[in-house]
C-alpha cells in the first residue's frame, strides 16, 4: 500500500536533512522521557509509530521498564538492527488503526461503507504501565486516504480521515497506564529570501480535528528548501501532550 515506501522516504530525507531535524528529534525525545517518568508503575512501555527510531530514547526507555515494544506497520531493517541491542526490546508489527487490512477490499467493492477505526490491541494489557505515539497521527490517514482516493468521493475519504485522527486520540485515552502524544499538526510553506512572497502557505495535518493546547510545541524544519521546493522551506509545528489523559 505504500507504507514501506514511505518508511524508506523518511530514512532518505532524514539524510539528506538531519542538521535541521536535530533539534526536534532532541525535543521528541526529552518530551518522550518527560511523559515516560511519569508512568505509575514501569513494566511494559508500548510505542506507537517507532519507525526508524530517531526520535525514541531507546537505551533509556529499556532501563527505565521491564519491556519495551516497538509498535509500527513497518519495522525497517535499521530498527531491526538497533533493537537486537536491547535483550528486554521487542518489535511488533501492527496497524494501530486497524482497518488498513480491510481497505483493499472496500476499495474493490463501492458498495462497502468505509472502514470505522476502534483498535482494541493492549486495551486489556494489564501490564502496560506506558504508551506514546510518536509523530504519528499526522500519518495514520496518509496512506489510507491515497490508497482509496480514486475509488470514493472526497466527501467519504475526508470523513474517514478525521476518524482515524479521532479514534487514535481515543485509543489513548482507553489504553491502561499513563499515555503521551507527540505529533505535528499542521505545516507551513515559507517562502526563502528572493522568492515570491507570497507563495507562501499554511495547512493541518490533522484532517481538521482540533487539539487541545499543548504542554509544549515547536518548529520542525522538515523539508528546508530546496527539499521539495527550491522557493520554499516546509515546517512542521509540532505539540507534546507528555499527559495525554489529563488534556
Ligand atoms: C514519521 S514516522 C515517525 C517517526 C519515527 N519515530 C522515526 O523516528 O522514524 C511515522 C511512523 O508511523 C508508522 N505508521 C504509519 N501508519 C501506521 C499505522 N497505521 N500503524 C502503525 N504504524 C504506522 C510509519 O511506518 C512510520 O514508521
Known sequence: MGFLRSSIQVRARYN???IHWKEH?????????????????????VVFGAGLLHDIPLAELSQMFESVILADIVHA?????KALEFSNVKLHRMDVTGVVKDLPKMRRCASLPLPVSCPVDFVEDPFLD???????????????GHFMSKARPDVEIAAMKSQLIFAHLDYLKRLPGHTALITD?????????????ESGEEWD????????????????RIAPAPERSRDLDYVARVHAYPDWKKT
Open 25 to 45: 528529534l532532541e525535543l521528541t525525545r526529552a518530551m518522550v522521557l518527560t511523559a515516560a517518568q511519569m508512568a505509575p508503575r514501569r513494566r511494559r512501555a
Open 16 to 18: 539528506r536533512c538531519q
Open 185 to 197: 499538526t499542521l505545516w507551513r510553506a515559507v517562502p526563502v529570501e528572493g522568492a515570491n512572497p
Open 205 to 220: 495535518v490533522l484532517s481538521g480535528v482540533g487539539l487541545p493546547e499543548p504542554f509544549r510545541a515547536w518548529d520542525w
Open 130 to 144: 506506558f504508551t506514546v505515539s510518536v509523530n504519528l497521527l499526522s500519518q495514520l490517514p496518509w496512506v489510507p
Open 77 to 81: 531493517w535499521p530498527c531491526r538492527l
